[in-house]
């Protein structure tokens, strides 16, 4: 069989079945071809505020009415309760010393909280992936979208302004899809990585690190543990978050749905890896948790729902991301760490710049093939920067008090972006991750890990406070709230002349987001 499309999208995870929707709406043919069968199990749960600005944004501007409300927790279990999620309120962290039980003091030095949002309605959620995806694909198809799974694609002839893709399909005859142009949405070590040799580039100071994870059923809450309550009234249930218990040489991420399944995995350095046997799956879980006394208990009743999934290395860059006649994902063309949910928001910012490629330069073949180069160096630069700050936290993980100070310089950069943007400067194609081209803040972010990892730990916070202080409109300096951030109107109050925003811009944007518990959110 032959047939002949303008786009084929290899992969329908949530970025390939989204694009293929706006391509959709642009009157383009398109094909997602999926290896696997939906509903499948994937990683990669965790949204963040950007990750859902960003989204909202996608839906708007290609008329996807439908997916705006993922955006928001409320919204999600107004519209979709039927498709699994978790609600997140922020980041929780867990400081541990291998070998012994969690403690902590009033002070909450080994533990931070950072809020996210004010209340559970406007709360950002973890995406259960094998119905949000499949959900997904359902609403691809909906609008004229073909789809076939089982596809393995054998063979990839590619060039600028057409390409010839060889396919089996489980079950049928082979298949040659023809098409102008292809996009490889299958993830790290995907499709057209393997079929065109591209080889991978090397992610200093994480490129050795190993994940081990599955989906669990009856994971305790951490609320119910005596060593996790030092008392007080935390900013939100620290369950109700992207739960890291971080320990020297890795840490374990904790994920709860509202199905009663909970993801949960570690992510290691190699050194602590080899030593568990990391390959052994589910034995070498056990062994890790055998180190973590008070983790242990969490998972003593625990049960996994689905084989144990190791990845050796986790990190990985391809040497391109684009070519003529193709491009890739950013979750296609690397990926560094789940420390800090930082995949989603890349990913929803390169999707935003391939889309705008494709529509504004789908009758010039070769300045599309340009723009498509642009969006890949601009997606690998955001992964290296990554990278460079998630290798500073795997250095810093062995004193907690370091670790926390340099998460700050993440949370002060997205907290700010989010905020300009909310206000209406700018959109994904105007944004950077992480302020990647703030002339100022920019380079200061390796400059100020730096210090942090070569003075001594008491200065952390101050070192980190003043490479934040021209951004950070979050209250992240204050050290009265003790390692516990809520999400408070005030701050943003405070901070207003750092955005160089009115009062009147501060409380137009706080109505339009609904941040007042029981207000009604906005479009913002």
Not at 168 to 183: K, Q
Not at 435 to 461: K, T, W
Not at 508 to 516: P, S
Request: net charge neutral; glycine share 12%; with cysteine.
């Amino acid at each position: 069989m032959r047939r002949e499309y303008d786009i084929a999208i290899l992969g329908s995870g949530f970025a390939g079945s989204l694009l293929a929707m706006a391509l959709r709406r642009m009157g383009r043919r398109v094909i997602l071809l999926e290896r696997g069968h939906h509903p499948r199990f994937a990683i990669g749960e965790s949204s963040t505020p950007l990750t859902n600005l960003w989204l909202e944004e996608y839906a708007a501007r290609y008329d996807l009415p439908g997916i705006a409300s993922f955006a928001k927790w409320g919204t999600w279990q107004r519209d979709h309760p039927r498709v699994g999620c978790g609600l997140k309120r922020g980041f929780t962290f867990y400081g541990h010393r291998l070998g012994s039980p969690f403690t902590d003091d009033a002070e909450h030095r080994h533990q931070l909280l950072v809020a996210a949002s004010p209340h559970d309605a406007i709360a950002d959620t973890h995406w259960y992936r094998p119905e949000f995806d499949h959900h997904l694909v359902q609403e691809a198809v909906a609008l004229g979208v073909d789809h076939i799974e089982g596809a393995r694609v054998e063979r990839a002839d590619l060039g600028s302004g057409g390409g010839r893709l060889s396919v089996v399909v489980t079950g049928g005859e082979p298949l040659e899809v023809v098409a102008r142009f292809v996009v490889d949405a299958t993830g790290p070590r995907g499709c057209l990585h393997r079929l065109l040799g591209l080889g991978e580039a090397s992610l200093p100071g994480v490129g050795g690190n190993c994940a081990l994870f599955t989906h669990f059923r009856d994971v305790a809450p951490v609320g119910s543990l005596v060593e996790f309550n030092p008392g007080g009234r935390p900013p939100y249930p620290p369950d109700d978050a992207a739960l890291h218990h971080v320990f020297p040489g890795g840490w374990i991420w904790v994920l709860r749905f509202n199905n009663g399944i909970t993801s949960a995995g570690a992510a290691l350095s190699p050194g602590l890896a080899g030593g568990l046997g990391i390959g052994e799956g589910a034995p070498a879980w056990g062994r890790l948790l055998a180190r973590l006394p008070s983790v242990e208990r969490q998972f003593r009743e625990a049960r996994p729902v689905a084989p144990f999934v190791h990845q050796s290395p986790m990190p990985f860059l391809s040497a391109r991301g684009s070519g003529p006649g193709w491009a890739m994902l950013p979750s296609a063309q690397g990926f560094a760490d789940p420390l800090l949910s930082t995949g989603f928001a890349l990913n929803l910012l390169g999707l935003h710049r391939l889309t705008r490629a494709i529509r504004e330069h789908w009758d010039d073949p070769s300045r599309l093939d340009q723009e498509c180069a642009m969006a890949s160096q601009a997606s690998r630069g955001e992964l290296l920067r990554v990278a460079g700050l998630v290798a500073a936290l795997y250095r810093g993980m062995d004193d907690f008090g370091r670790f926390a100070a340099l998460t700050k310089l993440y949370f002060a950069a997205v907290s700010y972006t989010e905020t300009v943007l909310r206000l209406g400067r700018g959109d994904a194609g105007s944004t950077t991750f992480l302020m990647s081209s703030d002339p100022v803040f920019g380079p200061g972010i390796p400059e100020c890990a730096a210090r942090v990892l070569s003075r001594p730990s008491a200065e952390a916070e101050e070192i980190v406070a003043r490479c934040i202080e021209r951004i950070d409109i979050a209250g992240l300096s204050g050290r009265e709230r003790r390692n516990w951030h809520p999400a408070d109107a005030e701050d943003l109050r405070r901070g207003r002349s750092k955005l160089g925003a009115t009062a009147g811009e501060i409380e137009a944007l706080l109505a339009r987001c609904g941040f007042q518990e029981g207000a009604r959110p906005g479009g913002g």
